[in-house]
């Protein structure tokens, strides 16, 4: 499998955990789910990772040769 789709697919694997880890973001800070301040900001810095992960990841699948 070439270099690119490897990046491709971490790239997509990055942003369907950041699409959870947002929507269990707003579940707790709805009281859907339990916790506090410290879990949801401990999941925004994970999604701020997760999104940057895939950004990266994205851009490595579509200029690398």
Do not use: C, D, H
């Not at 929507?23 to 859907?32: D, P």
């Not at 401990?42 to 994205?58: D, K, P, W």
């Amino acid at each position: 499998m070439p270099q690119s789709n490897i990046y491709a697919l971490i790239a997509i694997g990055s942003f369907v955990a950041a699409l959870i880890v947002a929507k269990l973001a707003v579940k707790i800070m709805k009281r859907e789910l339990p916790g506090g301040n410290l879990w949801v900001m401990y999941l925004r810095t994970l999604l701020g990772f997760l999104i940057t992960a895939a950004i990266f990841f994205g851009y490595r699948a579509l200029f690398s040769s």
